[in-house]
């Protein structure tokens, strides 16, 4: 292995561990949630916010964070973010009530909204051709996975009660796990950044609009059900953000019109296949966080596991993903068309037989197999779409494709526990309705990848600036 071979792999190794952190503290907090309510006191609303605090706070910030990488440098902010998560986790771990816990919550939310964005951006920007594909399966793995790695990480954690210190383990991980990583992340990071920072204002005004059009949206879909809300508020809500979203579009229209740097460019919306792509991708990433919802709440409620259980239960889906998501950047490039139409089509059948199987109990053998199959699917569909979005959009939009796909994966996971697992919570006598929905849902992205997956026009030359030959940074190492 050469010497640029191994400092890239070192630095994919860096950016795939911020990202699973991140992943996985959208749900280590959910199983440790019996354990915090038994030792924090605190009301009903602040108890959900510790869970939903990161989630909101990620959510509405996440584009924002991408901004913030493309002015000052995708390493530099990635390292900035990291370092916020990792101390934000220390509060976490430390906290002595609720209402401290619910802050650093949303600190880390923030904190993982200003890494998140900067994964995509330095794949896309550090590696090209065959490698490329091979770290966005990865980072795809990774993406898709963290959720349900929290749970069995979180599982064993709290079990194991390491020190008597119960569920601040769950947090207090990420802090040996960070500090290594900013060390390596500040070596591998060193040098002058491929695509060069941008020095624009940031648009506040944008930050504003898009902050308060998202926060609009999540708040009722992350809280709303818990908290008992009257079901009208989520159509309010929706109508609300729609119109917030509206105004914040032509706000950035307006403003690129006079030649100002918009929060967003969304001019890579532009680029054939990019919507239908996005769209295809957040369809399965929502169905299959629906799914992960709605079979843990059945093995936990309906037949006794515990939450570590459950979490296991789900492993063969993660073991299918994995290995799909290694092996597809190494198949012909004739699949790439294929796999991602045929993916959510075997995930909603696995999907339905999975729900069949589980309405009195859950067969270990057969129930792993189906799960090691829609895993597999899963993986020939998402990963192939993002390798395709990356080769479709320049370098330069980097990070406005990163926020796009952070920010619509994570909001079409919200949307998916929202709708899905709501099903579930109203219909509890009726488990084959939220696979019907699921099976429905997928056959619309398997549409949307169809139309993503058409030949698109070769880019012209010198559209897309690739600096393979370094390892990038931003930071400064003195």
């Known amino acids: 292995m050469t010497e640029q071979s191994r400092r890239s792999a070192i630095l994919l190794a860096v950016l795939l561990t911020g990202q699973a952190m991140a992943s996985m503290d959208t749900s280590i907090a959910a199983v440790a949630a019996p354990a915090i309510r038994a030792d924090l006191a605190g009301p009903p609303a602040v108890q959900q916010l510790v869970l939903a605090g990161y989630t909101l706070t990620f959510a509405v910030l996440v584009v924002t964070g991408a901004r913030l990488g493309a002015r000052h440098g995708y390493g530099r902010v990635f390292l900035l973010g990291l370092a916020g998560f990792t101390l934000a986790s220390l509060a976490c771990g430390l906290a002595p009530g609720a209402v401290a816990l619910v802050l650093a919550r949303a600190v880390q939310g923030a904190a993982a909204a200003v890494l998140v964005p900067q994964v995509l951006s330095l794949i896309q920007a550090s590696f090209a051709g065959a490698a490329r594909a091979r770290a966005i399966g990865a980072y795809t793995i990774v993406l898709a996975l963290g959720v349900a790695a929290g749970q069995v990480a979180g599982g064993l954690l709290v079990t194991a009660d390491l020190g008597g210190l119960s569920w601040r383990t769950a947090f207090l991980v990420n802090v040996p796990v960070g500090v290594v990583l900013w060390l390596v992340g500040r070596q591998v990071l060193a040098g002058p950044p491929a695509v060069p920072p ?30 008992r809300w009257p079901g009208w508020t989520l159509a309010v809500a929706v109508a609300a953000s729609a119109v917030g979203l509206r105004l914040f579009l032509r706000y950035e229209a307006r403003r690129a019109r006079r030649g100002a740097d918009p929060l967003l460019d969304v ?15 957040c369809v399965v990433m929502g169905c299959y966080a629906g799914l992960l919802f709605v079979l843990t709440l059945r093995l936990q409620d309906g037949l006794g596991f515990t939450a570590l259980a459950a979490g296991l239960a789900f492993l063969p889906y993660a073991s299918g993903f994995a290995l799909c998501g290694l092996v597809v950047p190494r198949l012909p490039d004739r699949a790439g068309a294929v796999l991602p139409v045929a993916g959510p089509l075997v995930l909603a059948a696995a999907v339905a037989a999975v729900a069949w199987l589980s309405r009195d ?13 829609g895993g597999a699917a899963h993986a020939s569909s998402f990963s192939p779409l993002v390798t395709r979005l990356t080769a479709i959009v320049p370098v330069a939009s980097a990070a406005a494709l990163s926020a796009l796909v952070s920010t619509g994966t994570l909001l079409a996971a919200v949307l998916g526990v929202a709708l899905i697992g709501g099903l579930h919570l109203a219909r509890p006598d009726a488990p084959l309705a939220p696979a019907a929905l699921t099976a429905v849902l997928l056959l619309s992205g398997a549409r949307a990848a169809r139309l993503a997956t058409r030949p698109t026009p070769v880019p012209a030359v010198g559209q897309e600036v690739v600096a393979p030959t370094r390892v990038p940074n931003d930071s400064r190492s003195g």
């Open 198 to 227: 941008r020095r624009e204002a940031l648009d506040g005004p944008g930050v504003v609009l898009l902050t308060a059009a998202m926060l609009t949206l999540v708040l009722p879909l992350v809280l709303g059900r818990d908290l």
């Open 361 to 373: 109990g859950w067969p270990w053998l057969p129930g792993s197999a189906l799960l090691l199959a």
């Open 267 to 281: 001019t890579v919306l532009r680029h054939p296949g990019v919507p239908a792509g996005l769209l295809a991708c």
